[in-house]
């Protein structure tokens, strides 16, 4: 698949899990690569980057097994962004769907 | 390849990342590592899962590159000034001093002499009424209040008004 496509779909799928509950980073990954097939390495680059863009924040919570853990909670400006790309990847799905089913679901 | 190693051969080919930078990407790692593990898998798993830290290493490159290509681009190019944004520039200045002397100039003798004109309004307002009242109460206080003599009385009353 393209990978700009991928990749924007994969944004989308990090600021939609994390729009559900605060997550580490391990917790994040496995969420989304027991859905999607992408080695796990390729979401913490995509994390880092739109932790820069400002669209969730960071801090360090303990846990009971251990050492504390770095959590990402989404900002306000991270919740914008998921809904704007959630309705692009919508229109986007409605689109494709009108083209590649065509005459299947019109009668 | 073992977790030091992966961690070594991420971190060598971050080399060109200021040294805040490698140890932030290298973190998450280490957490992976950490509580890949507490969760029961190896850490052979977690590499094979995680992928080539190479190419890992080359996704931070793109996404600084993309970054650095999208903004200072443009950037770059309004810093630099050109033979055009001088022209303009110094044509903006000219036409700033034009607008301060021919422009600012009348329009403050204006503003000037409508706040004069309003000044003045307010005064004969107030001359007039100190005068209605004075001719009113002259004969009453006559030690206190002197009237102008030769101006008959009605015409007081008009200024008044």
């Known amino acids: 698949m393209n990978t700009q496509l991928k990749k924007g779909i994969l944004e989308l799928c990090v600021l939609a899990v994390l729009d559900k509950k605060d997550c580490y980073g391990y917790e994040l990954v496995n969420e989304i690569s027991k859905n999607i097939e992408i080695s796990d390495g390729t979401i913490y680059p995509i994390l880092r980057r739109l932790n820069q863009e400002g669209y969730f924040t960071t801090y360090l919570q303990e846990s009971q097994e251990g050492p504390p853990r770095k959590y990402y909670k989404l900002t306000e400006l991270g919740k914008n962004t998921k809904e704007k790309l959630l309705k692009e990847w919508f229109d986007y799905v409605k689109e494709v769907n009108s083209i590649v089913m065509e005459g299947g679901s019109n009668e | ?161």
């Open chain 2, 1 to 161: 390849m073992n977790k030091k190693e992966f961690l070594h051969i991420l971190e060598i080919s971050l080399s060109d990342f200021d040294d805040e930078e490698k140890k932030e990407i290298l973190y998450d790692y280490e957490e992976h590592f950490r509580i890949g593990e507490e969760s029961g898998k190896s850490e052979y798993e977690l590499i094979k899962e995680l992928g080539d830290p190479n190419k890992i290493a080359n996704q931070y490159r793109t996404s600084n590159k993309n970054e650095n290509n999208d903004v200072p681009r443009d950037k770059i190019e309004k810093d630099r000034p050109t033979i055009v944004s001088v022209i303009v520039g110094s044509a903006l200045l000219l036409l700033l001093l034009f607008n301060l002397i021919f422009i600012l100039g009348p329009y403050i003798g204006i503003a000037a002499s409508i706040i004069g004109l309003f000044a003045a309004a307010i005064g004969i307002i107030i001359g007039g009424i100190g005068m209605t009242f004075g001719m009113i109460l002259s004969p009453l206080l006559p030690q206190f209040i002197s009237m102008p003599n030769g101006i008959p009385g009605f015409a007081i009353i008009l200024l008044g008004n």
